[in-house]
């Protein structure tokens, strides 16, 4: 009897993950920031994270006993920390980061590879490998590169189910909950990304009557709850112990009820009245106060903190046309992602430019951006034309559509915009396939062959080689806590490499 011929091992997601994995490892070496606890490109939260993580290990109460950031990244970040030391090696901390954050072409590869086929997934794979703006946001001690891989995972899943048969929607839907849950302990508007993949997958493209959808959405939302369950009571016991031993002695009652943080009021206020600039600001307290940070001794600053939301409502019924106004610029900021290139020299639009409050950094230049949303939305024009292509379309959408109402609702960031970008090169990855198919076949046949694939190797290995031995140097200026000190990450930051790095 003779044995059927074995599988050959699809190699390709391997090479994927190493392709990625050096790039942003090349990104990281060849940086004079390198061995820095905050990069010179996304400081962003990275400093609060760290004594987040240093406060858990210490066993100290971290933002004064209040919920204010999501806990997942300072926890998993914690655990880093105590497995490398006190003090802290930041750029091995860093390198293990960028090697965590190349799962994210791999999974976007899997996710796809299917659903639009092998070439188009493996272009958006590619560009996802090569983002400058993914290097940036996967070698620096942030939320961001957590979160985009629990969505992407979200989003595997809800793939998959179409080609899986779907036998055990309860099953999916409760394992799509707990990313939920995860993903939104990660970052808030895990939340939301997580309620729309689940709704896409659910909903478009089946026609099974909405009975049978009941029962996986109560599994989803059931596993939802049960990851949120233990930081909502614990915040519970926090805030109740604040308004017994501060709140009580300042005149300020905060509400106990809290399933992931207690800032969106805040943010919303802050984000929405007639001084703001579409990106981040604290002016409406300061505004208020002489106080730079939140003091919610303060009674303007604790009427924001606990009533934000009801503030930034009024204004915009009050004001609904400087609001669109308003949420054009956010849009705006978030868009200046898009101008973010490949390589760790940023192609083609190179490496000055600003990095907004808290933000990721933008070149000077634009025009890149263009380009992707003519690619992106040819993209999404060829998986309308089927009708069984609109539900891959669906899932794709629902993080970027998550990530546009959180810009359009909080704050303008170009790591928001950022974000999205696995998708839109998922978008554009399908409208280069189509290109690219028009080729004339013997070009096709040189590209696909040996010799192509063997030169485009060589040639990546080789600009890896180059990326991580050269020693690019910046010069950083911007607003500075003191003369000579460290610049403020919530003001402006003007980056420009030293001439010939």
Known sequence: ???????????????????????????????????????????????????????????RPYDNGIPFHPPLFPLALAGLHGLLGDPVPHGILRAILAIAS??????????????????AALAAALLACFSFALDALGTAATSEGLSMILVLWMVLLAMAARFDGDARPRRRAALLGLLTGLAALARA????????????????????????????????????????????????????????????????ELPRFVPITSYGPLNFALANHDGA??????????????VAVLDLADPEHARHFIHGGEIGLAWISRRPGAFLRLAGRKIEIASRALDLGWTPWNLPLGRSGTRLPVDLFAPDRS????????????????????????????????????????????????????????????????????????????????IAGRWGVGIAIAAAIAILAVAATQDRNYTASGTSDRPGGKLIRDAPIRIVPIQGD
């Open 1 to 59: 009897m003779t044995r059927p011929p074995a599988k050959r091992r699809d190699l390709l997601p391997w090479l994927i993950f190493l392709l990625a994995a050096g790039e942003r490892l090349a990104f990281l070496l060849g940086s004079s920031d390198r061995a820095w606890p905050f990069s010179i490109f996304y400081e962003g939260d990275a400093e609060a994270f760290y004594e987040f993580a240093q406060a858990i290990l210490a066993g």
């Open 102 to 119: 190349a799962i994210v072409p791999l999974l976007l590869f899997l996710s796809l590879r299917r659903a639009i086929g092998r070439g």
């Open 189 to 252: 508007e895990g939340v939301a990304a997580g309620l729309l993949i689940f709704a896409a997958w659910s909903c478009v493209g089946r026609s099974a009557p909405w009975r049978s959808r009941v029962a996986p959405s109560l599994f989803w939302v059931g596993a939802l709850a049960l990851v949120l369950a233990p930081w909502t009571i614990r915040n519970a016991v926090s805030l109740s112990a604040w308004n017994e031993s501060v709140g009580r002695g300042i005149g300020v």
């Open 277 to 290: 600039s579409g990106g981040f600001s604290r002016a409406l307290l300061r505004s208020k106060s002489e």
């Open 367 to 446: 025009g890149l951006r263009y380009a992707q949303i003519l690619l992106a939305v040819a993209g999404a024009a060829l998986l309308l034309r089927r009708s069984r292509d609109r539900s891959t379309l669906a899932i794709l959408a629902a993080p970027i559509v998550a990530l546009l109402a959180a810009n359009v609702l909080f704050f303008g960031y170009v790591r928001l915009g950022a974000l999205a970008l696995p998708y839109l090169f998922a978008l554009e990855g399908i409208a280069l396939a189509a290109l690219a198919a028009r080729l004339p076949a013997g070009w096709k046949a040189r």
